[in-house]
């Protein structure tokens, strides 16, 4: 039996804000690491930011054909010397905070 597309928007709908919500806990987490770091003392411009984000992010991501699983980095001592062949761009909401943040 098919779904009527009224069940399908509210499942849409559900969906959506399971991914809002998870995408803030990430945010938080990753903002909580970035000022105990002490990156909250500098006045770094955001794009400058989002691609230091994304190189240490290559350091953690397998590398395509690689039969290693993802790393946690615990295993290396917390770097890992295997960059990835892409970067995926961090969602504008994630990377937005308020000016005293980053």
């Known amino acids: ?18 991914l ?3 995408e803030t806990r990430e945010a938080e987490r990753i903002g909580r690491i970035a000022l105990k770091a002490g990156l909250g003392d500098f ?3 955001e794009t400058e ?3 230091a984000f994304e190189e240490v992010a290559k350091r953690f991501r397998p590398n395509p054909g690689s039969d290693k699983s993802r790393s946690t980095g615990k295993e290396r001592g917390g770097a890992s010397t295997t960059p990835a062949a892409e970067t ?13 943040e980053a």
């Open 20 to 22: 809002k919500h998870a």
């Open 1 to 18: 039996m098919k779904k009527p597309s009224s069940k399908i928007r509210e499942e849409i709908a559900k969906l959506q804000d399971q």
């Open 88 to 100: 995926t761009p961090v969602s504008a909401g994630a990377a937005q905070g308020s000016g005293s």
């Open 43 to 45: 006045e770094i411009d």
């Open 49 to 51: 930011l989002q691609a």
